[in-house]
Structures are given as structure tokens and as C-alpha cells.
């Protein structure tokens, strides 16, 4: 195994970290300062800003292959890092940082998302209320995740007080959905494409709370029909890695919310319930390895969040249930809102 770089702290750099550790890898990751939950876990760690394009360089000297598990690190940061060592290439982090572009470009490849305009002021907004109707969703284009930088739209009234920060937004129509799910895949360089079972994804106030197979009818009937167009997606940026593109089930079929250039919390649940990982898939890869069986292996998976203070009781569930997977990230302070950890059980056999 080489030496990977990881850019962006959190616990998905965390467990890819110790993925590419069991495969013999060493892994060197780069954050700003801050609450860097791989960094133990990783051989070395620079914690400097995105703008110091010296430490980006010392960082890269040291990898044979630069990855992410961040998609809003900055173009000028991955640009001080050379280009044959970054994987996936990074066109695929300048279309999913912008939700404007991003639901361009997965519309141009015949996927179907919310009705949406562009809103950079008051007068944009109350148009685009006007044409696509109430109640929506005002998001922020770029930054957002986990729910934050958006706001519920009930009425015209409603968008009436809303005053423009001079950021670009996105207004959305409020979908009206059965179910959500997730297509998580893996590419490798050359071109093949494995998918992972797509669970049943329930949210709460923005943030993914659980995770679950069997999916359901409403998800099962649709999962081929989102396939396609997340393979097309991979294609069209010539991905390598894991990519994930979420969707709401819908009466009239597949409706495309966001993708994710990464492996996703929608895909924890592989590190018990799959023959490979996410993050041992990503890992492979980006590295150039065969991938991995991505086989559901289990009848019956759940994966939950665990978020804020839940994370101050959340050892017990291991004197509760001897079968339940903990997996806490080593964050130091339990915010209200931030994920901690997750919980995934498995139980039947698959028949
Ligand atoms: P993530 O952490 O997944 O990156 P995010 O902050 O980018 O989240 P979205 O995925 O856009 O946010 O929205 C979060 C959740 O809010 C969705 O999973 C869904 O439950 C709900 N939601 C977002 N947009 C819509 C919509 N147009 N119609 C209905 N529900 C929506
Ligand atoms: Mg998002
Ligand atoms: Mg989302």
C-alpha cells in the first residue's frame, strides 16, 4: 500500500483513515485547525488553512494519491495540489459544491429534480415563489449541509421577510415524496461500476436519522430508474471512487435532490451490512485496487444517527443490545445538531 492524503477532518476522513489502515496504507490527512476527528487516526496530520498553499504543496510532496471526504473544500486548495494525484478529479467537486450547477448537471444527464430557480435578491425570490408555488425550500447554493443554510417557505407572505445576506440561493419546490433513498456506487478507473443496496433514509429537521433495509416498495420500484442516472452522472465526470446522489421517491417517479462526491452517512451501514465498505471500496478505488463485493449481507439493517447529548449515554446501548455496532467519532463536545456517532444493526440472513 502507498501513502493517501485526505482532505477535511471529519469522521468520514476518519473512517476511511482506518479502512486504508487495514489495507496497509498510510494516510496522511489535511484540515484547518479545529475539531480533526481523523487526524488520530491518521499517520500524520497538517493542521493548516485552506489558504496555506506551502503546507497544501508539503502535504501533497508526501501522498501518492489525494483524496477527499469534504466536498466544500476550496478549488483554490485542491488547485496547490498536483493534478495527477487527485482522485476523484476534481471537476466532480466544482459541479456538486454549487446546487444551482449541480441540479444543471444531473438535469442535462435526464435526471429530474425539484422545480427550482435561482435567487440572488427579494425581487428574485418573490418571482420564483410566484412561478413555482408555495410551501418550498430557500437554500443556501453553496456551504449548506446537514439542513443548515435553509429555511421553509409557507407562503408568499412568508418570503416577503426574508433579506438577501448578497449570497446566491436556491429556491425549490416543497416535494411531496413517499419515501427517500440514496444511490451510493463505486467506480474504478476503469469504468466499472458497482452499486450498494439503496436503504430507506428517514430525516429529522434536515439531518439523516436513520438508515434502513429492507428499503420498501416506494424506494425498490425506483432504485434501477436513479441507478441510471447516477451512472450517467459517474460517466459524465469520469468518476473514480465512491459518489453518492440522493432522491425523493415520488408518485411520478425519481426526484434528484443533491449529490455528494464522497462516501455519505446514507452508506454507514456497509461497514457491517455489505461484503465491502464504502470506505474500503473508496479506499480501493482511488488507490487502484480490484474493488470489492458491494453484497447487502444481512435481511435486516438499521443505521442511526447519533447526535448532540445523545452521545453522553450513548455506551449503554452496549450493556442493552451485545449485537449493537457503536461507532462514536471522538468528537470532544456534543453540540446539539452535530453528529457523534452512529449505532447499525444487522440481523437475517438474506434468503
Ligand atoms: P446533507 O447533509 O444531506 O448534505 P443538505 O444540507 O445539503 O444536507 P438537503 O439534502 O438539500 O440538505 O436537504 C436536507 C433534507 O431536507 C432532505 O434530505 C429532505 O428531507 C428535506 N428537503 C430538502 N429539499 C427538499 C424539497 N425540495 N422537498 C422536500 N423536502 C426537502
Ligand atoms: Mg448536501
Ligand atoms: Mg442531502
Known sequence: GGTIGILGGGQLGRMM??????????????????????????????????GDKAALAAFASKCDVVTWEFENVPLSAVAAIPDNLLVPHPRALETAQDRLKEKRFVEGLGGKPAPYAPVDSESDLAAAVERIGAPGILKTARDGYDGKGQWRIASARDAESFRFPGKPYVYEGMVEFDAEFSVILVRDADGEVRFW?????????????????????????QVQQAREIARQTAEALNYVGVLTLEFFATKSGPVFNEMAPRVHNSGHW??????????ENHIRAV????LGSTETRFANIEMRNI??????????????DTEAHLHLYGKAEAREGRKMGHVTRVSGSRG
Open 17 to 50: 483513515a482506518m479502512s486504508a489502515a487495514q489495507l496497509g496504507c498510510r494516510v496522511i490527512g489535511y484540515s484547518p485547525p479545529g475539531d480533526n476527528v481523523a487526524a488520530e487516526v491518521c499517520h500524520d496530520f497538517f493542521e493548516n488553512g485552506w
Open 197 to 221: 443496496d439503496s436503504t430507506a433514509n428517514v430525516h429529522s429537521g434536515g439531518m439523516l436519522e436513520t438508515s434502513t433495509l429492507p428499503a420498501g416498495e416506494a424506494v425498490e420500484a
Open 270 to 279: 456497509t461497514i457491517e451490512g455489505a461484503a465491502t465498505s464504502q470506505f
Open 287 to 290: 488507490c487502484g485496487l480490484p
Open 307 to 320: 447526535v448532540g447529548e445523545d452521545a453522553l449515554t450513548a455506551y449503554d446501548i452496549l450493556g442493552e
